[in-house]
DNA sequence: CTGAAAGCGCTTACAG
DNA sequence: CTGAAAGCGCTTACAG
């Protein structure tokens, strides 16, 4: 259990590990024989059992661990898998992150998640940095620029797969953004239509102009409103980025009626938006009721919320996964529906929130 | 900015990767001063500016990424930092991520975090990983069993730093949890007193006996009771783990008085009181009110909530980066005080939510 | 101002 | 059934 050397040295990491030299020395053999029994390929050698046993049992007594850098500089392949990811400040992106964890260590790959603050510089970077660390493949999620990423990996010949936000250079998976707006927009066009008998355009509040998901998710809020015969003013769209702090700005500035919807385009420009409602006690069953673009299951309880669309994060990973065993074509782009949550008034469930199916 | 190999081998990864001695022959010079430059090793070594940059141009031009794995393998350190910690999907461990993170950067550390999902076999297999990877330091975020990740870690000769819960083989960084919980509990009780006039002991749902965190905060639940004369009885003590379903569960089960209060253990516990609340319809300025441990800004919304805790994550990472550079004793263990919050409507300021300043 | 050489700890054909 | 040897891509004293 310990290698006798004493760990409580003060001045640095200084202790010299175990390696398959110390090992084989003390089981009377060849590194060679030690590293196969270690790496599980000695039946293949057709080491003895006993030989087998015999270096596990002084692995073990000698607190061995396996010195990866040299395991992996040696190997033609490295089984680290990378993700860069914006934040990890939501639900949203923090599921993706254990469930890509999981997933990975289930197949035996060693996952490394880096977070990018949303900054192309910082991305970028990161990206090289995985390069540098061998990666075999890199997945790049919410990446403001997917194929730059997508090209520095081509050229130091590293696949990578977009999660959430597509590219053109690699196979992208995504949430169906526009079935989702689409269904919520409905949502909440129905729900102000019952409680305040208004029908009316909604807002649209949260995203970037650039960005593809809010111009799908946009596209969505617009069909539906179509399908009304509503169009959409101009003024009532409100894209200056996702952050808590634009939407509590724009909605203190602008000219609102009594009662009206919003469309919030993710939960952390809900965060504005709900500020904004606490300081003009506009919350509380009053004139407002909004949907919103991601779920939050404390946010589902806002007396306000009328729906979410929820991002199927289990399934978008399943893609994912799929992908990187089948290798498809880089313009490849999946879409994965939302779930649609609804608050349970409208329901004869005992959950709060329930799952709602609309027609596709 | 090409190698010109092509990247688009459907077969895998198998493009040769530039490295120092393709870019030693291009240049007409040794490995050594491409090594050299490239790791800003070359002004000791007095190399003429004049290679330097003719090394560096082509590094560029080939797309050179140094290969950290053999890099690591030569240096006596890694520079690489690892955290394992138990999810990432809550506020307080997804800020505690990013900062660790960004950090480390800063100080041209390598991060590399792992989530463990809260189980302690998986703890310790994700510990030996990070030592596997040769890490340089890790912190142990969170851990079930601290103690023997420090000593796992000891035997390979890498320092270890505990965060959120104590050690006894390391230093420890935690929140001031009993100061943060009696204060919390001493705001419920004069909520309830104020609002329903009731002079009654609180619940305190979730958590774990074995939990440090737990006996802390039960212990300062305990004392601003005790302030009043009250004393708590054991059945309004439940602590059956963090998880949401166990309190929607003993609450559902439980007699409950028409007006009470309770003191929530967690966000993820909370999650369950919440459900409850909507099932049982004791939401909405009824009979309960109830303060909770960590903060989520959708949670502070929720009207029955009269207060949080928040576990101040910038003073806690910035205590873990001055344990690396001080190296203190493994028994110190550092408190940093909680910020505590309290809804708007008792102060006067614009804010939602406000720090409270409760005498220590 | 610069290069030859050793070696970090593994893995893996190759040769018995 | 097993071992000697080469080599992965770097870094770093050492010797000019």
Redesign the pocket.
Known sequence: MDNGSGAGNGAGNSI??T???DIAEIAG?????V??V??G?WKK????EK?AERITRIAEEQGYA??LQ??V???ERSNIVGMIMPKYDNRYFGAIAEQFEARSRQRGLFPVITCTQREPELEVEAARALVSYQVDLLIATGATDPDRISELCAAAGIRTINLDLPGSRSPSVVSDNFGGARDLTRIILSRIRAEFGVREPLYFIGGRASDHNTAERLRGFREAHAELGLEVPADQIIIRGYAAEKAEEALETMDLPERFGIFVNSTITLEGVVRWMQRNKRGGRSGLRFGCFDWDSFAARLPENVGMAEQDVPHMLEAVFEMIDMQPSANILRKIPCILRVPDEWSRTGEAFREVNLAG
Chains 1, 2 share one sequence.
């Open positions: 010299k590990r390696t398959i030299y053999t060849s590194p060679s024989a590293s196969a270690l790496n390929t050698r057709r080491i003895s030989l396996l010195n040299a395991s500089l040696r190997r």
